[in-house]
């Protein structure tokens, strides 16, 4: 079964997640399926693939509940996660 999920990357104390598609037994680290998209949650930015998510969940993936999250937010912003200083102008 395929899933929708984070996989951390960055520095120690500084989270950027990747948005992969990626087999559920695989470790976090592992191989993804595909890139879908990022969300930086210290400067609360981001950009999601809407199409390419969308594909995978017709083919079945399941999303995690913080994915689910992320792409909610990206939907609301077409695509693009910005800044809440930033998404006033």
Do not use: C
């Not at 104390?13 to 087999?23: G, S």
């Not at 594909?55 to 079945?60: A, E, L, S």
């Amino acid at each position: 079964m395929v899933r929708i999920r984070l996989m951390r990357m960055g520095k120690k104390k500084y989270p950027i997640y990747r948005l992969v598609a990626k087999h559920n037994l695989s470790p976090r680290q592992g191989d993804a399926l595909e890139f879908l998209g990022y969300y930086d949650p210290k400067r609360k930015v981001g950009k999601v693939n809407l199409e390419a998510v969308e594909k995978w969940i017709q083919r079945g993936a399941q999303v995690t509940d913080r994915a689910k999250a992320i792409i909610k937010l990206a939907k609301k912003y077409g695509g693009e996660i910005k800044a809440p200083s930033e998404a006033n102008k």
